[in-house]
């Protein structure tokens, strides 16, 4: 009978030929079971170009390094829904045009990231396309009827890079941004706009300004 009380729960490759490979550089060595657990999130399988399941986990855990952020009130709620009907006032008298925001809401900076996800995605879909199949193209003919099937695996792997990118990327605008939009493009869903109240405080007590201002 097999011993399993010494085993490591994070080898990658238990219960796999591999194993003893594992067990052989050292269950204990630093950094090893991490670089294999990226890899495995490399070569998960996933839909479309580019990985945005990866995305949105590898943002939620830069977020979550970043300290714990203050969850949005009734309180910052109700300002924003009252600015918005103050701006909407203002502009009535400037323009004749319809306000285009129907619906008033705070957002964490994880909830930031998340709801403006499709909007990123419709943005980056045709660039990560671009870019993946020119890497793809990089590959001289003769190397890629040599590797096969690799050759999938890496492009696969291209898409899990681009989205691990993404989400480090968004992860880090997630503690800039003060709206859903600030990048000049409207973010999230239709006729919503969105503030992020932890972001505000933070350039307020910059300017020594109070919430409410």
Do not use: C
């Not at 714990?68 to 918005?84: E, I, N």
């Not at 006032?89 to 400037?94: I, N, P, S, V």
């Not at 419709?122 to 396309?129: G, S, T």
């Not at 001289?140 to 792997?157: H, T």
């Amino acid at each position: 009978m097999v011993d399993d009380s010494h085993q490591n729960p994070d080898d990658p490759f238990k219960g796999t030929p591999f194993e003893g490979m594992f067990q052989m550089f050292g269950a204990n060595q630093a950094g090893l079971g991490s670089m294999m657990g990226q890899m495995r999130q490399l070569m998960k399988p996933y839909n479309g170009v580019v990985n945005y399941d990866l995305a949105r986990k590898t943002a939620k855990k830069v977020i979550s390094e970043q300290g714990t952020a203050p969850q949005p009130t009734s309180g910052h709620r109700m300002g924003v829904t009252d600015a918005l009907q103050l701006a909407d006032m203002w502009l009535d008298r400037a323009t004749s045009l319809p306000s285009a925001a129907r619906h008033a809401t705070t957002w964490t900076r994880a909830e930031w990231v998340e709801n403006t996800m499709p909007e990123w995605q419709a943005l980056i879909d045709p660039l990560a396309v671009h870019a993946i199949s020119s890497m793809n193209d990089a590959i001289p003919a003769e190397v890629r009827e040599m590797i096969g099937p690799l050759a999938a695996m890496l492009k696969q792997a291209g898409g899990a890079m681009f989205g691990q990118q993404l989400g480090t990327g968004l992860a880090h605008l997630s503690t800039e941004v003060l709206s859903s939009t600030d990048i000049g493009l409207p973010m999230g869903p239709a006729h919503t706009v969105a503030l992020v109240p932890h972001n505000l405080a933070e350039l307020g007590a910059g300017l020594e300004a109070s919430e409410t201002d």
